[in-house]
C-alpha cells in the first residue's frame, strides 16, 4: 500500500509502502480513489505542529470503496461507495440524539487519530482526523463514514468530505445557502487579498469582490458603508484570527451574524466587548447541514449534487496523482488553487 507519510512537522510529505492492518470491530477498510488537500491539512503540518502529532497520515477530504469490514459492522458491505467523515455520527449519544448540535461524543473519545491501522518501517503511524487519506488504504470507524449513491463520481464527491460541506454548512446555519443564487440574499460580498479569485467568486454567485489591500481604511469600514452599515451575515474562512474580527465586526450592529468557519487552536480570538452588546452574535460552525447529523448530511449532499443543486466541479482548479502531494501543497500554500484533487486508484 502506498501512503504519504508526515514524518515530522514542516517538512515534505514522503511516498512511502505501509502496512494497513485489517479492520477491527466496527471499523471498515476503505480503497481510497480520490482525496483533495484541504487547508486543514497544511494547518497541522504547517502551522499547529503537535509534538506528539507525528508521524502520521494526513488527508480527510476523501471518496472510495469499501474493501473490507471488521465485526459488529452491519450498515456496510464491501463495495459500497462511502465518503470518510471527520466528525463522527453514533447516533446514540446525546449530541446524536439532540437536534442542538451535529457534534458526537465520540469523536474525542475515539477519533483522536491515534488509534490507527497504519505501520511503517516498524513503527505505529497516526491517521490525522482518524481518516488519513493520503493513502490507497485506510481504516476508519463505521461511526465516521458515509454511504452514498453508487452512481457518485469519486473524484468529484471527495469534496463534499468537508471543504464544501463545511462551508454550505456555516451558511444554512444562518437560514440562508451558500454563497449562491438561491440564497435570496440582494448583495453577497467575497473579500480576498488574492484579486485572482474575482472571477471564481462571481461563478458561485458573489455580486461584488472586494481585495482589503485596495484600500486604506479597516476593511469593517469599507463593508459598512457598501451596505448602510455593515452585512447582515458575515463568514469567516481563512482560521486568521484577525480576519475573524474583521468578519464580525463587518456585521450591522443591531442585529449582525458572524461566522468562524476556518480552524485555528494557535491564538486568541478578541473583539471590543461594545461590538457584542450592540447585538451582534458570533458562533462557530463545523460541518453542519441544516438539522442533519454529518453521516447522513453528507450522503444527502451527495444526491443534492448529483440533482445539479449543488456546485462540486467548479471547486476543482487541478487533479494530480498521489505521488505529486507535495506539489498540491505547494499550490494551496500560494493560494493558486481551490482544491487539487488527487486521483489515487481508479473506480
Same mark, same amino acid.
Given at each position: 500500500n502506498d501512503n504519504e507519510v508526515a514524518w515530522e512537522p514542516n517538512k515534505p510529505l514522503v511516498i512511502e509502502e505501509i502496512e494497513v492492518a485489517p479492520p477491527q470491530a466496527n471499523e471498515v477498510r476503505i480503497k481510497i480513489v480520490a482525496t483533495a488537500v484541504c487547508h486543514s491539512d497544511l494547518y497541522y503540518l504547517l502551522e499547529a505542529m503537535p509534538k506528539d502529532g507525528f508521524p502520521t497520515v494526513l488527508g480527510h477530504e476523501a471518496a472510495g470503496i469499501v474493501e473490507s469490514i471488521g465485526p459488529g459492522v452491519t450498515e456496510f458491505q464491501p463495495g459500497d461507495k462511502v465518503i470518510p467523515i471527520f466528525l463522527s455520527q453514533c447516533r446514540e449519544c446525546r449530541f446524536c440524539k439532540s437536534p442542538k448540535t451535529n457534534q458526537?461524543?465520540?469523536?474525542?473519545?475515539?477519533?483522536?487519530g491515534k488509534e490507527s491501522r497504519f505501520t511503517c518501517k516498524g513503527k505505529k503511524v497516526q491517521s490525522f482526523t482518524g481518516t488519513g487519506t493520503f493513502s490507497e488504504y485506510t481504516v476508519v470507524n463505521q461511526i465516521a463514514v458515509a454511504k452514498i449513491d453508487p452512481t457518485a463520481p469519486l473524484d468529484k464527491v471527495c469534496l463534499l468530505g468537508c471543504g464544501i460541506c463545511t462551508g454550505y454548512g456555516a451558511a444554512t446555519e444562518l437560514?440562508?445557502?451558500?454563497?449562491?443564487? *438561491?440564497?435570496?440574499?440582494?448583495?453577497?460580498?467575497?473579500?480576498?487579498?488574492?484579486?485572482? @479569485?474575482?472571477?471564481k467568486a462571481k461563478v458561485f454567485g458573489a455580486t461584488d469582490f472586494v481585495n482589503p489591500k485596495d484600500h486604506d481604511k479597516p476593511i469593517s469600514q469599507v463593508l459598512a458603508e457598501m451596505t448602510n452599515g455593515g452585512v447582515d451575515y458575515s463568514l469567516e474562512c481563512t482560521g486568521n484570527v484577525g480576519v475573524m474580527r474583521s468578519a464580525l465586526e463587518s456585521c450591522i450592529w443591531a442585529w449582525g451574524v458572524s461566522v468562524i468557519v476556518g480552524w485555528t487552536e494557535l491564538h486568541d480570538v478578541a473583539t471590543r466587548p461594545v461590538q457584542l452588546i450592540s447585538g451582534r452574535t458570533w458562533k462557530g460552525s463545523i460541518l453542519k447541514l441544516n438539522e442533519t447529523k454529518c453521516k447522513d448530511g453528507v450522503s444527502e449532499m451527495v444526491k443534492a449534487y448529483l440533482d445539479k443543486k449543488v456546485k462540486v466541479d467548479e471547486f476543482i482548479?487541478?487533479?494530480? *496523482?498521489?505521488?505529486?502531494?507535495?506539489?498540491?501543497?505547494?499550490?494551496?500554500?500560494?493560494? @493558486?488553487?481551490?482544491?487539487?484533487v488527487l486521483n489515487i486508484s481508479p473506480e
Open positions: 458526537c461524543e465520540k469523536f474525542n473519545v475515539k477519533h483522536d437560514d440562508c445557502l451558500i454563497v449562491h443564487q *438561491t440564497a435570496g440574499a440582494k448583495k453577497i460580498i467575497a473579500v480576498d487579498i488574492n484579486p485572482e @479569485k474575482s472571477e482548479t487541478h487533479n494530480m *496523482t498521489l505521488d505529486q502531494i507535495n506539489d498540491a501543497i505547494e499550490l494551496m500554500k500560494h493560494s @493558486k488553487c481551490i482544491r487539487t
